[in-house]
C-alpha cells in the first residue's frame, strides 16, 4: 500500500498540493492521500484527493504526535507534536509496517509538502 501524506498552510491552493506531491511521488500510483484530520475536511485536500481518485483520509493528531520523521521543523513540532506532518501522517496511516519511500518534498511555492510511505514488504 502507498500512501501520499500531505501538509498545507491555510493559504494553500490546490496546485501547491498537486507540485508537492508531484516531487514527492513522481507519476507513481497511490491508493491514498492523508493528512491532519482538522485539514482533511478542507476543500483544498478534498480536491485533491477527487482528482487523484483515491480516498482522502484524516489522521488523528494524537496519531500524527506519535510519529518520529526524518524531517524536523521547529514550528510543526510546536503545533503536531511531530517534526514533518506530511511524514507523520504518511507512517501513521500505512500501519506499523511502515517505512518513508521518499522524506519530505516542498512545493515549488513552499506552502504545501508530500512524503510517501509503504507498508513493508513492497517496492517501490
Known sequence: MRIAGI???G????????DALKRANGDNPLDAVVTESA????????ALAAELGVPGL?????DIARM????QSERIQDRFGTGSL??????AAAG??????????????????????????QET
Open 7 to 9: 501538509g498545507f498552510r
Open 11 to 18: 493559504a494553500a491552493e490546490l496546485v501547491s498540493l498537486r
Open 39 to 46: 485539514k482533511s475536511r478542507t476543500g483544498v485536500f478534498r
Open 58 to 62: 484524516g489522521v488523528p493528531a494524537e
Open 68 to 71: 518520529i520523521t526524518p524531517t
Open 86 to 91: 506530511c511524514e507523520a501522517a504518511a507512517l
Open 96 to 121: 506499523p509496517e511502515a517505512r518513508l519511500v521518499a522524506d519530505r518534498a516542498v512545493s515549488g511555492d513552499g506552502m504545501a509538502t508530500a512524503a510517501i510511505a509503504e507498508t513493508k514488504g
